[in-house]
């Protein structure tokens, strides 16, 4: 079973720079790059199934794919930022166009997809519709994950409920139940599913007494807590317009994911999407809230057959 590389990048910030960590599949050399962009509390490695599917597709088409799958700032294995004001979208975009700017450096890429999970889906979003930004190429396709320009503000108040409040756990295990009891709207998962989708979640708690019992905690920094929970509503709702405003000048072929539970992305802004802007095609799964793992055969099957169709030909 084929395996990614870690990598890093040190990005620029307010106090100096930070490294942001990001794991890499298939050919490194490939000249068609898909990036692929977690949400808020997540890591690159949520895209581990579909990585892997994506690049046996390849393969099998005799085609070459080179699917990144950064951590975050703040996330998984990259630093936490000595100042969490920098946990914000505009803040992330600079990253990963430092990123892009460094895949470019190593092997020219000549097409360039994103699949972004909800706030991986506003980086993208951000990203694609600014014409004037040094991309290395345009986005040809984009994938939203159950996100678009207006967000249910119920939803983010659902969220920051638990976001910063992991605590400790005694193993993987106990993680992954604690963590299924805010993450069951990602619908149905097999226990081995979720375990592997759990397991890089939380990393060990540095212990100078070597003989303590073994504790984890989950990944990220909970000072992304602070930046998120300081957004008014007022402040969210103004920024809607401008995610609007960008999302109207997307060019990139757009495909829409929806759980069709989703309290975050509700059925009138995706119909929208579907009529304005890059009039997204809309794929609603069922049994599904926020957000879809795309792990799952038909999800994995719609992302892929989007992505890899042009190559198959």
């Not at 579909?50 to 393969?59: P, T």
């Not at 700017?101 to 694609?128: E, R, Y």
């Not at 309290?263 to 926020?290: C, I, N, Q, W, Y």
């Amino acid at each position: 079973m084929i395996q990614p590389s870690l990598n890093y990048i040190n990005c620029p910030d307010a106090t100096g720079y930070h490294r942001m960590a990001y794991w890499q599949w298939g050919d490194a050399v490939s000249a068609h790059v898909v990036l692929c962009v977690h949400g808020l509390t997540r890591q690159g490695r949520d895209f581990d199934v579909l990585a892997r599917a994506l690049c046996e597709r390849a393969s099998q088409a005799g085609s070459s794919l080179r699917v990144i799958c950064p951590d975050v700032v703040g996330r998984g294995q990259s630093d936490w930022l000595d100042d969490p004001v920098g946990y914000q979208i505009p803040a992330y975009a600079a990253d990963m166009l430092a990123l892009l700017a460094k895949l470019q450096a190593q092997a020219p890429i000549s097409l360039l997809d994103w699949v972004g999970t909800s706030m991986g889906g506003l980086i993208g979003l951000v990203m694609c519709g600014q014409t004037d930004l040094p991309l290395p190429q345009r986005v040809r396709k984009l994938v939203l994950n159950d996100v678009g320009p207006t967000v249910e503000w119920a939803a983010l108040q659902r969220i920051g409920a638990y976001l910063g409040k992991g605590g400790e756990f005694e193993s993987v295990q106990q993680a992954a139940d604690t963590m299924w009891t805010t993450s069951s709207s990602f619908g149905p998962h097999t226990a081995e599913q979720w375990l592997a989708l759990s397991t890089p979640m939380v990393r060990l708690v540095d212990s100078a007494d070597a003989t303590a019992p073994k504790r984890w905690k989950l990944h990220y920094d909970p000072a992304i807590a602070d930046t998120f929970g300081a957004a008014s509503e007022t402040a969210t709702q103004e920024g809607q317009s401008l995610l609007w405003h960008l999302y109207d000048q997307i060019s990139a072929d757009t495909l829409l994911l929806r759980g069709a539970e989703s309290d975050l992305l509700s059925v009138d802004t995706a119909k929208a999407m579907t009529e304005r802007g890059p009039r997204a095609r809309l794929v609603e799964f069922k049994g599904v809230g926020h957000a879809p793992t795309i792990t799952s055969a038909d999800q994995i099957a719609v992302v892929a057959d989007f992505l890899m169709a042009s190559n198959e030909k």
